[in-house]
């Protein structure tokens, strides 16, 4: 099939929260930077309705006429995130039978498909009310995959006719309201009621009903079928004016670690006494679990943050109540390091444990990801990088015993496909440390090659116990010189 390049569309933060006024969906997976970097794809994601109504509004400005939809489908093959490009690709461009492909980052993320028809005065009696959400206090449903068996329900129909023509000045001008009105209406289900707070929108099939003869101002919604392999939920649509099923996914929750206590329980009496730790990415996942160690064994522990302060000020104060030594600090590796760890010139490091990544993700490109491999290589190598050169060019560093721990990965040694970026800039970590060690008599670097570990990143894909990581960690911590 081929396809032929309609236009393009770039869909910001800002843009987001605009949709959720216009929608109703005000899940933090879209909305919330911090809470959202805990989540599946490690940031805040652009609404699939949102880009889908953008492509469409792209396609619909082409026309002249009025139309309507008598059909709708769209898969939701990638997630889109926010400040990226999307190029929208048509075929069958001058057919009343439309396929748009949207691709991001050299990726196909979204298949839609619709049929149009040239618009009548048939429907205009079939018009929303203006109905607005409390934006304030949004409720955002919470719901375990077993609960949402059967579960039936209904979403008022949120309407902002002045917020629509914002977004989608096209569809405002040249579609029924009523049909843009419950398109809007499948996002505010899946985002907000079900599965809700932990959901991921797999797709919408939607056929508008001709002979409709009344529009009533809230969509009822049926789950129709569940799939536990998947966690994956078909919901069935009911309202006068529309029939369809939407697909929607129940995402894996944030991992919660151990807690601080129960680490203790597993660290000999004064293990790491003597160790003064800087913990770069400290603040969750396998940092969280290294500041706790070394604390519970009687180490002092100094942990950064890049964005999550709150979850930083949990971990420190978890470990404070249970007697340990931990104080948190703002750094990010992307950026220089300026006076960041001037309170620490009175304190002197031994042990520098470097966790600072970026979310890893799965290649969609047949050979090599360029974009790919430099997000990694920016904290891998180059972050990295700056950080000891900060502490090298200090005099009371440059010759001392001082100890880095880089962890790498075991696909190094079993290739995974779609991973090549990530494989390729752990093993030129490994390297760079390596070529360090020879370079300063008197550091040490260790790089092992850990598994896959249950942590924030590996949610989704690993079903086992927190206390696994905590042992992995642990035994490699037992192996570095004090």
Partial sequence: MRYILLGEFVIDQDLTLIFSRASGDFNPLHTNPIIARRYQFGSTVVHGVCATLKALDLYIGSRSESVSLTSIKASYIKPIRHGDKVEVFVSNLNSSDVKLKLVCQGSRCQQIQFRLKIRTSKHLHLYPKKYAINEKHPICSDILFEESQDKIGAVPLVWDEELTAELFPSLKRCLPDYQVCLILGTTNIVGMHCPGLNSVY?????????????FEQSLRYKVSHSDHRFMKSLISLIHPAVQGELEAFFRARPVVQCGFDEIKSLVQPNQFVGQTALIIGGSRGLGEITGKLISAGKGRVFLTYASGKSDA??????????GGHCESLYYDVLTPVNNHFKFLENQKITHIYYFASPQIEKSGTKIWNELLFRKYTDFYLTGLARLLEYFVSNSDYHCSRTDVFAPSTEFINEPIKGYSEYIASKAAMELFAEQLENKYSGWRFSTPRLPRLLTDQTSSVLQESPTKAVETILAQLAKLYY
């Fill in 202 to 214: 797999g797709s919408f099939r939607l056929s508008f009903v001709e002979e409709a003869l009344s």
């Fill in 313 to 322: 000020e949990a971990v420190v104060n978890n470990i404070k109540a249970g």
